[in-house]
């Protein structure tokens, strides 16, 4: 079998809607008041694990805050970050 050689040229990104810190994104998504008390409290450990072992400080939703409906799905997303990438 003859090898074939790849030569990556450019990478792309797509990020969906605008950037939600942190500390936000109960009021962005809507807080789970229906969810046992045990995952309130894994969600809330694991926000402040997120700042502080990941760094992360911002999310982003492909989702309408208000409407509730999906503006982006994976496909849309990949192709998006792949037209960023032959730019």
Do not use: C
């Amino acid at each position: 079998m003859k090898e074939s050689r790849v030569k990556i040229i450019g990478s792309g990104t797509y990020l969906p809607g605008q950037r939600i810190p942190l500390d936000k994104v109960d009021e962005y998504l809507g807080e789970l008041v229906d969810a046992p008390s045990k995952i309130r409290k894994w969600l809330k450990m694991t926000k402040g694990l997120m700042r502080q072992l990941l760094d992360v400080e911002y999310y982003h939703f492909a989702i309408d805050p208000v409407t509730r409906e999906f503006t982006d799905d994976n496909i849309n997303m990949s192709v998006k970050a792949a037209q960023k990438a032959m730019e």
